[in-house]
């Protein structure tokens, strides 16, 4: 879970270099060799997890209001993301400690790049990818507003836990296809309201109001004060407000495996009626101008 992002956004000439060539790395290198002592140090010093770990039996956060989060989570849709990764490239934006980043590594991604606004959130994954020996990870501190930046495009792009947190959240979609977004997508928000998807129309008349009514129709409810004790959360979707927004920017749903989480494909989408779809540039651009 990315921090939720300031009115500005930081970036660095660092993050516009050309793309690193594809590096081998299926498994975990040797690692250097950490006590038991020592991983628990390291994750007292690092505060507060959100994500629970499992550190060669160490973990972060054994006390999550959600129990073992995200392990229990990822369980739920392993299943529908291909086993073997050799080859491949993976975004993680909002990647929090790591976990599926990790996760991703495991399957044999040659390249994983995890990017977070929280200078917290990215030591936690720097020191967790260390003691596992997941050293070629390429942590970041990007918001998903500038992702462009990066100048790459990913075979899977992982955006989980993060889209309630930010303001904008179609034009994070729009900026993710249009930016980094080669193949897969897997999209997964914290949902509120009836779980039904039902077919739309293309158009309803101006005098339709019944349709929105219906509990299978898109809703993104605003969040002016907080949710959970978290000021960081602005919306919350209902099922189909999520489908519908992924389908406008350019993903076509594939698989639907938890309630939460809808695996996509990249589509090519036509312009907007007043232009390109993600209107906002990325800093690297802007910095070259």
Request: charged fraction near 30%; charge should be negative; aromatic fraction near 12%.
């Amino acid at each position: 879970m990315e921090s939720s992002e300031p009115g500005s956004s930081p970036w660095s000439p660092a993050l516009a270099e050309a793309p690193a060539t594809e590096r081998r790395a299926s498994t975990p290198r040797e690692r250097r060799s950490y006590t038991r002592a020592e991983i628990e140090q390291g994750v007292r010093e690092r505060g507060d997890w959100f994500q629970n770990l499992d550190l060669y039996g160490v973990r972060t956060a054994p006390a999550h209001f959600l129990g073992d989060f995200p392990t229990t989570k990822w369980k739920r849709f392993a299943d529908v993301i291909p086993q073997d990764l050799t080859g491949k490239s993976v975004l993680d934006i909002g990647c929090n400690a790591g976990f599926y980043s990790f996760e991703m590594k495991k399957r044999g991604a040659s390249r994983v790049v995890g990017i977070d606004f929280s200078d917290h959130y990215l030591d936690q994954a720097r020191f967790a990818a260390e003691v596992q020996g997941f050293a070629d990870i390429e942590f970041r501190r990007l918001t998903v507003y500038d992702v462009g930046a990066l100048r790459e495009r990913f075979d899977l792009v992982l955006f989980m836990g993060l889209v309630y947190h930010l303001r904008h959240p179609l034009l994070a979609l729009d900026l993710i296809h249009e930016h980094v977004a080669k193949d897969l997508l897997v999209f997964q928000s914290l949902q509120r309201g009836s779980p039904e998807i039902e077919p739309l129309q293309d158009d309803y008349d101006f005098w339709e109001t019944e349709v929105f009514h219906r509990p299978g129709y898109p809703k993104l409810h605003f969040v002016e004060k907080k949710y959970s004790h978290d000021e960081t959360n602005w919306w919350v979707p209902n099922a189909a407000c999520s489908a519908a927004m992924l389908r406008s920017a350019g993903f076509r749903v594939i698989a639907h495996p938890e309630e939460e989480v809808f695996l996509c494909k990249r589509v090519e989408v036509p312009p907007g009626p007043d232009g390109p779809r993600a209107v906002y540039p990325s800093r690297a651009d802007k910095e070259s101008r």
